[in-house]
């Protein structure tokens, strides 16, 4: 009867710990901040997740407090409920910590540390994984005319059809001034790479962190986002080399920057820079990533 009692403890806090991911879930569902680690597209996949703990989690405590539970596995197996308090312990621990973790600190936004450790695309480099990429087939969303418009910053873009990409092409090739948006913060970087000789002498305002890149000189630095595929351990820096004289910037700081596209070195390969005129310091947006919805190929 009273290893019985034992089980029934177990099944309880396992419960309980199973409500802790479900209503820690629910928090960043709520929140929002759930986009600090994956990209909007996987959300439904984090709605069906926090059903299915929550079924779960109802399930084992109900099983813990009836009294017609008490039977274990009758199977002959290792995964039987240890009787060492000591590893039951250090095991619950294990989903426990990160829980608290969860409640307790704020949310980590992705860097000038995290930047430093992984290659950073400037365009040029990435035109061509990027355009060939292949996504998922969806209801296309009526393309925006002018290449200024601002998304909500928790959209997510469409993949662009190779008739928009063209067409956002041309745009670019005919205006004299490209301002950035977060819904095409990446067909915008590839395209300045692709045309890069065609689009030098042109204006340019663009948002992103600070990270001030060791081997740079020490007037310039790299104005950079994070663009998320699907979540933050996929996470690419998407970048431009920027010319400030005597600007005092720390990294990680967001500014605002107008200036001119030049063209410049980088490892034997041709990248943009922009020759800054002005730069502004910003708050940090509500959604510090950008999103690579790729291309959709028929």
Known sequence: MKRNEEISHHHIVRGIILAGFTLLLFKLLLTYQIIFFIAPKMIPFIYFSFIVLFSLSVLLILRGTSKKNGSTCLCQGEHAISKSFTKNMFIYSLFIIPIISGFLFSNNVLGSTVAMKRQINYGSQVSIAVSQQKVAEKNPTSYKDSINNQASSFDLPEPLTKEEYSSLE?????TNHIKFSDSMYVPLMNLIGENLSQVVGKTITITGFVYKEPALPQDQFVIAR?????????????????????????????????????????????????????????????????????????
């Open 170 to 174: 041309k745009k670019i090739l005919k």
């Open 226 to 298: 994070f663009g998320v595929v699907c979540c933050i351990a996929d996470a690419t820096v998407y970048g431009m080399i920027t010319k400030g004289n005597d600007i005092k910037l720390l990294n990680d700081e967001w500014i605002q920057v107008t200036g001119t596209i030049e063209k410049t070195t980088m490892e034997g390969a041709d990248v943009p820079m922009i020759e800054s005129q002005n730069i502004t310091k910003i708050k940090e947006p509500s959604n510090p990533y950008v999103y690579d919805a790729g291309l959709k190929i028929d």
